[in-house]
Nanobody, 119 residues
Framework: QVRLVESGGGLVQPGGSLRLSCTASESDLRIKSTAWYRQIPGNQRELVGEVTSGGAPYIEDSVKGRFTVSIDTAKSTVSLQMNSLRPEDTATYYC?????????????WGQGTQVTVST
């Protein structure tokens, strides 16, 4: 069972930056895709950005040009770089990693990390 541990959330002023990291408990994973989602209470979890193996990255329109998703396979870490943060970016952020084990793909989630953008 792979565990994902998130870090990097916190309180930041509008216009500031944060980098969220999501590190897997195992190394040498065959990461098929990684994504970051966010959720505010009462709303559905929404996709922020996604990177798939061999595919073009996808970034949701409201964060395009400000957020970047990346993978460091050597460290089994995926990251979300968030710049020019806005109050509407306030949410709990979750990482998602799809890993291939043999013939099967497995879906893993981080525990969530709170990001608050406020003065």
């Amino acid at each position: 069972q792979v565990r994902l541990v998130e870090s990097g959330g916190g309180l930041v002023q509008p216009g500031g930056s944060l980098r969220l990291s999501c590190t897997a408990s195992e190394s040498d994973l065959r990461i098929k895709s990684t994504a970051w989602y966010r959720q505010i209470p009462g709303n559905q979890r929404e996709l922020v950005g996604e990177v798939t193996s061999g595919g073009a990255p996808y970034i949701e329109d409201s964060v395009k040009g400000r957020f970047t998703v990346s993978i460091d396979t050597a460290k089994s870490t995926v990251s979300l770089q968030m710049n020019s943060l806005r109050p509407e970016d306030t949410a709990t952020y979750y990482c998602n990693v799809v890993v291939t084990h043999g013939k099967w793909d497995y879906d893993y989630w981080g525990q969530g990390t709170q990001v608050t953008v406020s003065t």
